[in-house]
Structures are given as structure tokens and as C-alpha cells.
């Protein structure tokens, strides 16, 4: 990277992570100005517009790529509307030890003098809590599933190739046909849809107005610029130029196309909080056509691509996610807000779609290796396996990135689930690991269920053993059922109870954020919102999917196992005796808790016995979950990520029959249990792909290497081997850490030498350090792989 | 049916031939080198690892012995293998893992059913199985039986062999062969006898015939591992040079560095390790011993 570039990483690095009340007290000022006449959609817009009108512009020293969220780098600003945070909220998100943000002294005076007076009462999380049943909130409590929309709003979807064609001045253009189409007389929603309308109007106009504040910002800059070198001066110059430009109107070149998106990025992200913060999705196949223009007529190098590129992917660091408190601080322990960039895949008519900005993608990956934004190949069978080694030669670092998806499978995923090929194809992944339609889909993950809790609850006739509560149904003792069938039966029961839970408190949530928080802006760019006119959380989008992320199912299957083989099939141990060892958390069982693990089949050694159990334990939740309906005309559907919520949900489930003792991480993802794979990464593979990939959203594997066995280009050929192999079995996705254990231990012994130690967690990757320690534990002691 | 004892299959094996294989590891072996890695691999018959880190210390072992070769003082057990018969029953009944049994007996259809779970990932790699040692040529009508097995599900075949077997066992496997890995050790008869138990005469006379085809005839790589003062000698090193090259079809050398991996099952098996105070040769004199074998116009490479 050239000195520029150098700088701006540098200084996004260093930047500390701080909390800014400025888009809470805009907000607050906005809403302050009194009850208007207006509908609420509209209402929404004008605070957007209000917003993007008021907030400070920032452009840093040397950047390329203007626009901060908040007033400078890494400055995050709140959402009160949605969670007002208390000032012990601040307090802890200030000290504590694993990703703070800072606090000082005037923002926690804003939130007390000004923020917390208006916003308490009326926020969302306190609707939310409000509205909940008494179950709802004690399987909450009791760690059976976790609430994604509390603290921030559903929003995960992610941008197709719409902005390059077309600019905002296009999109209020459509939206004007849209109102000129309503029909008055006969539709009963024509006043609603005229209200979302005009609002997404207000909202495309308040983007234009933003992008023109940043040009008039550099100007007044490259008037100020001082000294002889006129090359800064210049480059203002032509951010100005750019920002009058986009995104009122499609981009003209590679640069303005990245500035363009940038921009609506900004907006969706302080519009409200959407999980998963976004992403532009196929950037390589977007970029390409202006690349090659740009490379044809001259006015672009593969250097200058580059650097614009890398100055891209700075401002996506500069944007740490909105600081997480409670529950879901800890199911999402990071400041990654998961935007991720896909390369490859295929194009809309099916073929190939890899090209030469993917390489350069991959090249500024390697080269910038930042947290954000995170990376993942799409890679189908007609991608070159040229792909696939560039970024095992990434991969081989141990950067946890990027992290590789099988694209067939994912419009396999999609297409089954009802979207045109087409649609499909242009799909993708984003977040962790979630498979949807870019640009055209609202698919939500709405949290996290615990498959271990749900068994724990049914070993315990109902009752969470660890409070004493009954949460569950009372479906016998343990020690009353006489075969492995009636249990199963059991547990097959509280999985829907507990689902049947679930859903009804994620269908209010749903129509809470309808009501009250609609985002006009979001719906402007994903179809069909504006030719419907109808808000993203009102079923606006063309497919809508609600996603619930089964956890556990190593631990569930492992548990199950042993119930099965060791007290049914062999009758080696007794269900009061192994009931009496978890109750004892195995103290003085241990010869028993070695039997269990020791002598049960395990998943994730391709041993059928077990993986029987598994695919059955994938069976009943795919029934309890799929194809639900949700409240915007689409349905539930399953995943399989963990995010780092295992460590909670481990946190809070007492001992189980896999030997796992209580408090201890469950397993992540679909990845075998820590430690029970004891047959090498084919034998994962072939157990994981066992399960049918293809009826999920999505489902995440992690494998651990060691840096040895991917040290020459013949271990990188078994790295594209292995991945070609799983994806052959239709696997969904795969993801790599290479670093011994070795390393990691002495990370956690001397974090402070190995800050730039970036592991993969989950769907993601982090700063070793900045885990708990818990979660360093776990990831040390997932299998590494090694071959002699 | 065919049986053969089988002491590990191992999965994501990418070291012992081309792509992702299966390794087969029969045992039993007419050698017993100083630095073997394998030395559960160099008894034909069953025996018992001890493995004490593991060991709870529970006694549930010792009810299961009916040998009295267990004992359990002051929390830690011993095995005398005077007295063990090689049962493995304990092994049944240890909830720890700490008393393996290996060497477990196996059908021709046990050990194929193994191989096939693997096939996606050979036919993805041009991968295969392996068989190793011990020496599979002690068991040589199962070898065959397996390697044909292989051949009529046309799944590519390497026999890693030190070539210490009669050469008509040979001979029966190698149409059934796609590649050899064929071990040098010492040139020097008398060395040779010390370090590995047995004379070179009959390894060197069956490199010689399986050569015999040409470069026609069979693939063979031949591996020569670099064990510090006792083959990296450069008489001993020039001396396989030179055998090799007088073959003229041999396609390639794998030089492997010694290494202390297999240590810990000496302490499972409770034998002293003959070469305490060896260390892994060091990078550079790989990489000498890789010119010195370059000069007589042999392809080499680092493997191990």
C-alpha cells in the first residue's frame, strides 16, 4: 500500500472506539419540536433528513472516500428510539475490559440531561419487553433463544447492482409513478402507500442534500489547502465534483461508483441500526464495468483501483457496530457489524462470474487485513480453482479471511426457497453466514435457540434446573421414559413449545417495528418496495424471511448420543445415574464422564451412528422452524451459526450427557464439539455434510489448521481439495484458522505482543485479545488438524 | 475371509502419496529400526498403549484383567507385560482411553467400508489409499487382497514398503500397485544390520526387479529417511545416489528429516527409545543432503 493509504489504516487502527451523542441528541431535538400532523412514515423521513442535514461532515486528512457516521472516526452514535441506555449502560460499555467504547464526560451528560429524559418510556427495547409474555420473558431469561430485534433493528439485506444504474433523482422518479399509479378509490392502503412514498421521496432527496454538504466541505477545504503541492487541492477538487454528483445520479467511474455507495451505506446505517450494517454485495461484479472502462479510456490504473479500493475499505473499519449491552452484548461480542464483501459466485445468467476486480479484491484483503469489512468467496464449480488458491495464500496467514461459501448451493438455498433463478443467482451471503437475496430480500435473523437448553429442560421434566423455574412442558422425568423414543419424543415436544414461544414473541416484535419504526430509506433500495408501496418491515421487499439460528447441535447430538447408545442400546449406564452426575456437575462422576465421552459415537468422525443422531436432531428442528409463516408474507426458516452466543448459552446450561460439564461453551456453527473430532478434517466433513444443507439459510463450519500444513503450494491444493470436496457434498460454507494452539496460548499469556492476532470466531473474524477468555479457551481447544 | 491386524487407518493422510489418501497401517514388521515412529507397528500381534496422562486412576481396569497383569499403587498403574496376553478387554472397560488396544483384527470388507467413506475426496484430489507398515509385505495375502479390492473400485494404490520381504510376495502384489514408496536406509550391509535388525541384501535386490520394467514398469519413489549420524553420512548418501541412479527409472527421492513425533509411543508401549539424543537434522543439511543427490541427476524432495 503507498504512504496514503498507510496513513489512513494507520489511523483507523489507532482510532478509539467511542460512543458520540450527536445523532441521539438530533434525534431528541427533532422529536422535541412537538407532535406534527404528519403520518409516521413521513415523520421517520424528516428525522432521517433532519439528521444528514445537521450532523457534523467529516473528511479526514489524505482520504479519497469521504463520509463518517458518526463526527470522525469510529465515533458511534446511539439509537434511543430503539434503546435508550442507561448510565450504568454507559458506564460498563466505558469500562469493561472486552470491547469498550469510550464515554466522556459531555456525552454521558447529554444522555442524563437530555436523552434519557425523552427517550425513557418510549424506546422500542421498552415496547418490546413490554409487550412479551410471561413465558416469552422466562425462556428469554433462561437462555433458551436470545431476541436479535431488542437492541437493534431487523435489517439484514444487502445492496444489488441497483445504485450504479440508476441514482436517487432515478429512484424518486419511480417513486413518483409509484404515487401516480395509486388507485384511490379502490385500494384501502392507498393513503399508507402514499405516506411511504413520499416518505422514501423525503429520504432520497435527504441523501442528495448529504452527499452536496461533503462537496461543499471540500471545496471550503481545497480553498484552505495551504502549501505548494496542488495534489491534494486537486484530489477535493474532485471529491467535490464527485459528491455533487452521487449518488443523485448513476456513478460515471470507478471512484464515484464506491463514493456512491458509500453514501447510501451511511444513510442506511444511521437511518436506524440494522444488523449486519449492510453491504454492497457483488462488489466485483458491480465494479467491473467501470474498472474496464476506466482501464480502456485511460483514466484508471490497476493502482489507482487499488488504492481507491483500499480507501473503501477504511471507512468500513471506521464504523465499529453499535455498542450491544446485556444478553446481546454477549451473543455478539465484537465490534465487527458484519458487512462483508462476496467475490465471485456467478452472474445472473449463471456463468462464471469471477473477473479481474475479484483478484484485486482479494489483493486489497491481503494487503489491508483490517477487521472491517469482512470477506467471503462465493465460489461455485465454474469459478477457476486459481480463485479459490488466491485466497488460501490469504487463508495461510491466519487473518480468518475470507471465508468461502458454496455459491450452487446457496441458489440451490435460495431457489428452493422460492426466488427466480435470477434473484437467486445475484444472492449471496452476508452476515455470519446467511443466504439471501441481494437487493430484493428483508431476511432477518431473530435470534439465537439453544437445542441443548431445550434438552436440558426436557431431562428435567420442564424445569430449568438452573433457576428451578418451570419453563417447559411436563412431559415426564427423566428416569420414567423406557425407551429412547419416548424421550425423544419428549424433547421433539419442548422444541416446539419452545419455538411456538419464539415466534409468537418475534411475530409482535415484527409488527412493533412496523408500526412505529418503518425505514423509508432502507425500503427505497430494495425491490419491491417502492413499486408496492410498502415499508421493508411491512413486507415490502420482495421475498421476506425470518431466520431462527439453531446453536448447539454438536452438543446436542454428542448428548443425545450418549443417551441413546450408553443408558437405551447398551444399558452401560443407568438414566438415575447419569441424571445424578449432572446434577452433580460430574463431581465425583468423573470415571462416568470419561465413559461418556470416551465410549459414545461422536459427531464429526463420520461415524453413522452418531450422525443419525444428528440429522434426526436437524429433522425436528427444520419441522419445528421451516416454513412458519412470518408477519410480511414470507416465513421462517433455519440456520445453523453461533456467532459467539455459544459461550453464553454454555454460560447459563447446566451439565449435559456429552461429559460437557456445566457453564462450559457448546459447540459453534454445525462443528463438531470441541475436541470429539478425532478423525481428521474428511471425517468432518463427511459427517457435516450429512445434514441437508440445501433446506437451511445457512450453516457455518469451522475447521482449525495449522500454518504448517498449508506452508507450501501442495498444502494449498489440499486446502482447495477439502473445500471442493465439502461443497461437492453440498456444504454450505467453510471457514479456515490457521495458527497453532501454541500461538493462541501464548497470545493469551502476552496479549499485548499479539494484538494483531486476528482469529475467526464465528461467521467472522476478531482480535484474539479482544475475546473473553472463555472464548479463547474455546477456540484453542477446537481441534487442530495436523498431518504427518 | 481375509483378515489382517491393522493398527491405525489414518484419514487426511497428505504425505504419503499424491493428493488426500487413506493410510492403512498393517502391522507387523521384518525390521525394527533405531528411529522407527511407528513402533506399535513392529510386533505382528495385538498389544496394549498405556497411555498414563489419561489414566483416572478409577481401577476399573483391574476387575477386567483377568491376567493380573494391572496394578494400581498410590494412584498410578502399571502394566506388567510378562503377564499380558494381549486380550484388550481392559481397553473395553477403561472409561478413559488411558488402555488402548492396537491391532485390531480386520475383514477385508471392515477395512474397504473405512477407505470408501473417503472416495469424494480422492477422486477431488487424485488421492487414494496408502499402505503402510509395520511392513505390509508381512502380511502379504492380505495386502493383496486389499490392494485388488482397491483396483476393482479403482482407487489408486501406494504400498510404502522397506522392500524386506520375499521377493515373490512382491511380485503377487505389484499389478495391484500404482505407486511404491520404497525405503533406503543404509548402503552399508553391516550398518544396516545394527540400526534396522535385518541385512539390505533382499531390500536392494527387490528395488532392483521391481525396476526391472523400466520406465515403463512400476512408479517408485524411493524415500530415504535422514536420520542424524547414522544415514546422513556422505558415503552413505553418495552410495544411494549412486544405486538409485544405476536403476534409470526411478521418477523421484524423498529425503525425510528424522523426527521425534513417535516418541510418546515408546512411553504407551513402555520401551526405551533407542535414539534418545538425536535431534532432527537441520534445514541446511536437508538441503545439502538434497544436492548431493541432485548430482547424480535425481529429482528430490522434501517430504515427512
Known amino acids: 500500500m503507498n504512504e496514503r493509504v498507510a496513513e489512513l489504516r494507520r489511523q483507523s487502527l489507532q482510532a478509539v472506539p467511542t460512543i458520540t451523542a450527536e445523532r441521539a441528541r438530533l434525534l431528541t431535538d427533532f422529536y422535541q419540536q412537538g407532535v406534527r400532523p404528519i403520518s409516521n412514515p413521513v415523520q421517520r423521513a424528516l428525522a432521517f433528513k433532519y439528521l444528514l442535514e445537521n450532523k457534523a461532515i467529516c473528511i479526514n486528512d489524505g482520504e479519497l472516500i469521504v463520509g463518517e457516521r458518526g463526527p470522525s472516526p469510529k465515533a458511534t452514535p446511539t439509537f434511543p428510539e430503539i434503546c435508550c441506555h442507561t448510565l450504568q449502560d454507559l458506564d460498563l460499555l466505558d469500562a469493561r475490559e472486552k470491547i469498550p467504547y469510550a464515554v466522556d464526560a459531555e456525552t454521558r451528560r447529554m444522555q442524563r440531561e437530555l436523552i434519557i429524559p425523552f427517550w425513557k418510556g418510549r424506546s422500542m427495547r421498552e415496547r418490546i419487553f413490554d409487550q412479551m409474555t410471561a413465558e416469552w420473558k422466562a425462556a428469554y431469561e433462561s437462555g433458551v433463544f436470545t431476541e436479535f430485534m431488542e437492541q437493534r433493528a431487523p435489517g439484514h439485506t444487502v445492496l444489488d447492482n441497483k445504485i450504479y444504474c440508476r441514482g436517487m433523482l432515478g429512484f424518486e422518479h419511480d417513486i413518483q409513478a409509484s404515487l401516480d399509479s395509486l388507485d384511490y378509490l379502490s385500494d384501502p392502503d392507498a393513503y399508507s402507500k402514499q405516506e411511504e412514498l413520499r416518505a422514501m421521496a423525503i429520504c432520497a432527496d435527504a441523501l442528495i442534500r448529504f452527499a452536496g454538504r461533503h462537496a461543499e466541505k471540500a471545496r471550503e477545504l481545497a480553498l484552505a489547502q495551504p502549501g505548494p503541492d496542488p495534489r491534494r487541492k486537486q484530489e477535493l477538487e474532485r471529491i467535490a465534483d464527485i459528491c455533487s454528483h452521487v449518488p443523485a445520479h448513476p456513478p460515471r467511474d470507478f471512484w464515484e461508483a464506491l463514493q456512491s455507495y458509500w453514501f447510501v451505506h451511511l444513510g442506511v446505517i444511521t437511518e436506524l441500526n440494522p444488523w449486519d450494517a449492510f453491504n454492497p454485495g457483488r462488489l466485483d461484479q458491480h465494479l467491473a464495468p467501470f474498472y474496464e472502462r476506466g482501464l480502456a479510456d485511460g483514466t484508471l490504473t490497476r493502482e489507482g483501483a487499488e488504492e481507491l479500493l483500499q480507501c473503501f475499505w477504511i471507512k468500513f473499519n471506521n464504523q465499529p457496530a453499535p455498542p450491544k449491552v446485556g444478553v446481546t452484548a454477549q451473543e455478539s461480542s465484537t465490534y465487527t457489524d458484519f458487512a462483508t464483501i462476496n467475490t465471485g459466485g456467478l452472474k445472473p445468467d449463471g456463468s462464471d462470474g469471477v473477473n479481474e476486480v475479484t483478484f484485486l479484491i482479494l489483493d486489497v484483503i491481503d494487503e489491508m487485513r483490517l477487521l472491517q469489512p469482512g470477506s467471503c468467496l462465493q465460489l461455485s464449480k465454474m469459478n477457476p480453482d486459481r480463485f479459490l488458491k488466491r485466497a488460501g495464500r490469504i487463508i495461510r496467514t491466519g487473518f480468518g479471511q475470507p471465508s468461502i461459501f458454496n455459491a450452487d448451493v446457496v441458489v440451490q438455498e435460495l431457489v428452493r426457497q422460492g426466488k427466480s433463478i435470477e434473484d437467486a443467482r445475484n444472492g449471496g451471503t452476508s452476515g455470519c453466514v446467511e443466504t439471501g437475496a441481494f437487493g430484493k430480500e428483508n431476511y432477518n435473523l431473530t435470534g439465537y435457540f439453544s437445542l441443548p437448553k431445550v434438552l436440558e429442560i426436557t431431562l428435567y421434566n420442564g424445569v430449568d434446573p438452573r433457576t428451578g423455574r418451570t419453563i417447559g412442558l411436563e412431559t415426564g422425568k427423566a428416569t420414567d421414559f423406557e425407551s429412547f423414543a419416548a424421550l425423544w419424543d419428549a424433547f421433539v415436544r419442548q422444541l416446539h413449545h419452545f419455538v411456538d414461544i419464539k415466534v409468537r414473541g418475534n411475530n409482535v416484535i415484527e409488527r412493533l417495528y412496523a408500526a412505529h419504526l418503518p425505514v423509508p430509506f432502507l425500503s427505497l433500495l430494495i425491490d419491491d418496495c417502492i413499486a408496492t408501496g410498502r415499508d421493508y418491515h411491512e413486507g415490502g421487499a420482495r421475498y421476506n424471511t425470518s431466520y431462527i439460528q439453531g446453536v448447539g447441535l454438536g452438543t446436542t447430538t454428542d448428548a443425545l448420543a450418549a443417551i441413546k447408545f450408553q443408558v437405551f442400546d447398551r444399558g452401560a449406564v443407568s438414566m438415575a445415574d447419569l441424571m445424578a452426575a449432572l446434577r452433580d456437575d460430574f463431581e465425583e462422576h468423573e470415571p462416568l464422564r470419561q465413559h461418556l465421552v470416551n465410549k459414545t459415537p461422536r459427531y464429526g468422525n463420520d461415524d453413522d451412528a452418531a450422525d443419525a443422531v444428528m440429522q434426526a436432531i436437524f429433522e425436528a428442528y427444520y419441522r419445528a422452524v421451516h416454513g412458519r409463516p412470518n408477519t410480511k408474507g414470507g416465513s421462517y426458516q433455519i440456520n445453523l451459526l453461533p456467532t459467539t452466543v455459544h459461550i453464553y448459552f454454555g454460560s447459563v446450561t447446566g451439565a449435559t450427557p456429552d461429559g460437557r460439564r456445566a457453564g462450559e461453551p457448546l459447540s459453534e456453527g454445525i462443528s463438531p464439539v470441541q475436541g470429539a473430532d478425532r478423525r481428521g478434517p474428511t471425517a468432518v466433513i463427511r459427517s457435516a455434510a450429512k445434514m441437508d444443507h440445501i433446506r437451511t439459510g445457512g450453516t457455518l463450519l469451522n475447521q482449525k489448521l495449522t500454518p504448517q500444513l498449508l506452508a507450501d503450494d501442495s498444502g494449498l491444493s489440499k486446502l482447495a481439495h477439502l473445500v471442493r470436496s465439502y461443497f461437492k457434498l453440498d456444504g454450505h460454507h467453510i471457514q479456515f484458522n490457521v495458527v497453532d494452539a501454541a500461538t493462541l496460548r501464548a497470545a493469551q499469556r502476552e496479549p499485548e505482543k499479539h494484538r494483531d492476532l486476528i482469529v475467526r470466531v464465528a461467521g467472522y473474524s476478531d482480535y484474539f485479545c479482544d475475546l473473553s477468555e472463555a472464548l479463547q479457551d474455546e477456540i484453542i481447544s477446537r481441534t487442530e488438524h495436523k498431518s504427518f | 475371509m481375509s483378515q489382517g491386524v491393522v493398527f491405525d487407518i489414518k484419514k487426511f493422510s497428505i504425505h504419503d502419496g499424491p493428493g488426500i489418501r487413506t493410510t492403512v497401517f498393517l502391522k507387523g514388521c521384518s525390521l525394527h529400526c533405531a528411529w522407527c515412529h511407528n513402533p506399535e507397528g513392529i510386533s505382528a500381534n495385538g498389544e496394549m498403549w498405556l497411555w498414563e496422562n489419561r489414566c483416572i486412576a478409577c481401577g476399573e481396569c483391574l476387575v477386567a484383567c483377568s491376567d493380573d497383569a494391572l496394578s494400581l499403587v498410590d494412584g498410578v498403574l502399571s502394566l506388567d507385560r510378562s503377564r499380558c496376553s494381549g486380550c484388550g478387554s481392559c481397553a473395553e472397560f477403561c472409561p478413559a482411553g488411558a488402555l488402548e488396544y492396537v491391532g485390531r483384527t480386520m475383514t477385508i470388507a471392515q477395512v474397504m467400508a473405512e477407505i470408501e467413506r473417503d472416495v469424494i475426496f480422492y477422486d477431488e484430489s487424485g488421492g487414494g489409499v496408502t499402505i503402510s507398515g509395520g511392513e505390509p509385505l508381512c502380511q502379504p495375502d492380505f495386502l493383496e487382497a486389499l490392494l485388488r479390492a482397491c483396483q476393482e473400485r479403482e482407487i489408486h494404490t501406494v504400498v510404502d514398503t522397506a522392500g524386506s520381504a520375499p ?92 523426527h521425534r513425533a513417535g516418541t510418546g509411543k515408546y512411553g504407551r508401549l513402555q520401551i526405551e527409545h533407542g535414539l534418545q539424543e538425536t535431534r532432527p537434522p537441520s534445514n541446511e543439511q536437508m538441503a545439502q543432503i538434497a544436492a548431493a543427490l541432485e548430482s547424480f541427476g535425481l529429482a528430490v524432495s522434501h517430504g515427512g
Request: charged share 20%; with cysteine; glycine share 10%.
Open chain 2, 167 to 258: 521377493p515373490e510376495a512382491l511380485r503377487a502384489i505389484a499389478p495391484y500397485v500404482d505407486l511404491f514408496l520404497y525405503d533406503l536406509k543404509l548402503m552399508d550391509d553391516a550398518a544396516h544390520q545394527r540400526f534396522t535388525g535385518g541385512s539390505n541384501r533382499l531390500i536392494l535386490q527387490n528395488l532392483r526387479s521391481l525396476a526391472a520394467g523400466g520406465p515403463q514398469g512400476h512408479a517408485i519413489i524411493v524415500r530415504l529417511p535422514i536420520v542424524p549420524g547414522i544415514t546422513d553420512g556422505d558415503e552413505n548418501i553418495a552410495e544411494i545416489g549412486r544405486f538409485v541412479a544405476s536403476l534409470g527409472c526411478i521418477q523421484q527421492v524423498d529425503i525425510l528429516p528424522y
